[in-house]
């Protein structure tokens, strides 16, 4: 039980395009996900924490308008990586936990490069 | 906010002796402290965790130790084998915050 996935599990993508990445809990209801960013050789930084029908709550530093946060459904948050640049490529991971439960269970993780 | 320093970077021993783990954070009321192993492209792994109200936890070859006092806890692994190697982080959390903050990780290598 209590499976994230993550969609796609790479992707390449031009400079100044978008991409989409999806994550979702396939046997639980999420009521909060979460969004980080690794970079090569370096921790997960928290980029945003969403609840499911709530604005994200966006970290400091992480531009809110470039990456874009929709919590729609219990089991589906989406970011989306506007105009996206060479700075962008990370591996990018969600995690999800429901109700009072310590736990955050992970996604796969998605490696974007942006080319 | 929440701080989570950890030490060492990295980590060499001998297969079959112990390795140890230490972070501190600085968030008093921080109460949830979660250990995480993550293999190169992988997803992080939850291997123990531990709450405040405990000030030690085993798993087998894994456990964890916590000072609230000194704000610090330890991931102790013992008869340590090659599958062990690999990058692991702490983290701490406030329950009802929700918001993980993760050490800076350290790199575990097995020698055979």
């Known amino acids: 039980g209590a499976v994230v996935s993550q969609h796609p599990s790479w992707v390449i993508c031009k400079s100044g395009t978008s991409v989409k990445i999806e994550c979702r809990s396939l046997?639980?209801?999420?009521?909060?996900m979460f969004w980080y960013r690794q970079f090569p050789k370096q921790s997960l930084m928290l980029m945003a924490t969403?609840?499911?029908?709530?604005?994200?709550?966006?970290e400091q530093g992480v531009e809110k308008d470039k990456f874009l946060i929709n919590h729609a459904s219990l089991t589906l948050s989406t970011l989306t990586v506007t105009s996206a640049h060479p700075e962008d490529s990370s591996f990018y991971i969600c995690?999800?936990?429901?109700?009072?439960?310590?736990?955050?269970?992970f996604g796969p993780g998605t490696r974007l490069t942006v080319t | 906010g929440e701080n989570v320093e950890q030490h060492p970077s990295t980590l060499s021993v001998q297969e079959g002796d112990s390795a140890v783990i230490k972070c501190t954070y600085s968030?008093?009321?921080?109460?949830?402290f979660p250990w995480y192993k993550q293999e190169l492209g992988k997803r992080p792994q939850l291997i123990i965790d531990?709450?405040?109200?405990?000030g030690e936890k085993k798993d087998q070859r894994i456990a964890v130790t916590l000072n609230k006092t000194a704000k610090h806890f330890s991931l102790h692994i013992t008869e340590t084998q090659p599958e062990d190697s690999a990058v692991y982080f702490c983290?701490?959390?406030?329950?009802?915050?929700?918001?993980?903050?993760f050490g800076t990780g350290t790199r575990l290598t097995i020698i055979p």
């Open positions: 969403s609840n499911e029908g709530s604005k994200a709550t966006y």
């Open positions: 995690s999800a936990k429901t109700g009072n439960n310590y736990e955050q269970y």
């Open positions: 983290a701490a959390s406030v329950f009802g915050n929700e918001k993980l903050t």
């Open positions: 046997d639980f209801q999420a009521t909060t």
């Open positions: 531990i709450r405040s109200n405990v």
């Open positions: 968030d008093s009321a921080s109460n949830y």
